[in-house]
């Protein structure tokens, strides 16, 4: 290999890293746009269903079967909006107007009362947590800034829900428009395996986006039954937000838990502790784990088996690996974009035998 061949090894490889470089500048700069395409995307693939059905059985054609579902889809967000929004901002009103002082002083009664009844049963929490300095490092400022931020960011929200709406209803009016483009820029002979694997794909997470919602209506649904029971003011949407929660795995619920014990306490914080407030957590309590059974064997179970056709200890390590490589946005990801991977494998290297295993059910 002479002088001239290696200057020109490099000058390609310079040019193939300075290629990738600007791919990757332009990708992050145009990340915004990016996020809304993959949402309308997330939003078509929903109401795919709806369209099929629109355009064969009642003869619908192709554009007026897209307006009717996101007219289907705006009509359901409205309905949202309304819903919660007023909640929300009377929240955010009277939290904005709120005494800090006061709402400092009645969650250190609170504390106070929780050691008092803790101590009583040889429960020492404050040696256990340090409690007082961790108090005392607490800002209440923030719960009222918190709101006003909220409030704050619905301008750039309604743009954002405006693009989406948009984007998703040409990917529902032209579907293999996106097919179409990454055909055409791949190689000849794999755009059949293409076409397949656009096909397997689209249903499958079509099928696991529908299912995803549906888990979510049915935490909704009991999540809310037994926070009206017990009298939890505002008891529907923190019951949404529990259950929308529980779309980042494992994590989610946690974190939705905490949050529906903590809202249950502040909506009863001028209460007796004894007598309201822990009979009410306690409940609470119970009525939320039995969400979670309910979701862990029946919800979670159907989804991943009937949806991406995979069994739940494969499931568990992709998300556990993904969480563990790309925090809380893997673990949300990981699913679908797994199911990914295994259309694409299957479709295009289906003779190795640890794709056959992984993807024997697709």
């Known amino acids: 290999m002479n002088s001239n061949e290696i200057s020109k090894g490099i000058l390609k490889a310079i040019g193939v890293m300075i290629g990738i470089a600007t791919l990757v500048y332009v990708l992050y700069a145009l990340r ?22 629109l355009k064969t059985k009642l003869r619908f054609r192709n554009s ?11 009509f359901i967000i409205i309905g949202l909006f309304k819903l919660f929004i007023p909640l929300v901002v009377e929240q955010g009103e009277n939290l904005s107007l709120l005494n800090v002082g006061e709402l400092e002083s009645a969650i250190f009664a609170q504390y106070s009362e929780l050691v008092s009844y ?11 947590l340090d409690g007082s300095r961790l108090f005392s490092k607490i800002d209440f400022n ?14 750039s929200l309604s743009i954002g829900m405006l693009s989406v709406i948009f984007i998703a209803f040409f990917f529902l009016k032209d579907s293999d428009l996106v097919e179409r483009i990454l055909i055409t820029a791949a190689p000849t002979q ?27 209506f049915i935490l ?20 949404f937000l529990c259950a929308l929660l529980n779309i980042i795995p494992y994590v989610g619920p946690m974190i939705a838990g905490v949050l529906m014990i903590a809202l249950t306490m502040i909506s009863n914080i001028e209460a007796d502790f004894n007598s309201v407030i822990l009979p009410k957590v306690l409940w609470v309590a119970v009525g939320f784990m039995a969400g979670q059974l309910i ?13 991406v056709k995979s069994h739940p200890l494969e499931i568990f390590i992709v998300i556990l690996a ?14 679908p974009a797994y199911t990914v991977v295994k259309v694409i494998l299957k479709t295009f290297i289906s003779q190795n035998k640890i794709v056959q295993g992984l993807t024997k059910d697709l």
């Open 32 to 53: 915004t746009i990016l996020l809304y395409m993959i949402i309308a995307a997330v939003v078509a693939l929903i109401g795919r269903p709806i369209v099929l059905f």
């Open 64 to 74: 007026a079967a897209a307006i009717f579902t996101m007219a289907l889809f705006v």
């Open 295 to 307: 979701d862990n064997f029946f919800s979670q179970p159907f989804i991943f088996s009937k949806s």
């Open 322 to 335: 993904s969480g563990l490589l790309f925090g809380i946005l893997g673990m949300i990801v990981a699913v």
């Open 118 to 128: 803790l101590g009583n049963r040889n429960i020492d929490l404050t040696a256990s």
């Open 220 to 239: 909704l649904v009991f999540y809310a039954a037994v926070l009206l029971i017990l009298g939890v003011k505002n008891a529907v949407v923190i019951a």
């Open 190 to 216: 794999w755009e059949d395996g293409f076409r397949t694997s656009f096909s397997k794909i689209k249903n499958l997470l079509s099928r696991y986006f529908i299912g995803v919602i549906f888990q979510i």
């Open 142 to 155: 923030i719960i009222p800034n918190l709101f006003n931020a909220v409030v704050s960011g619905f301008g």
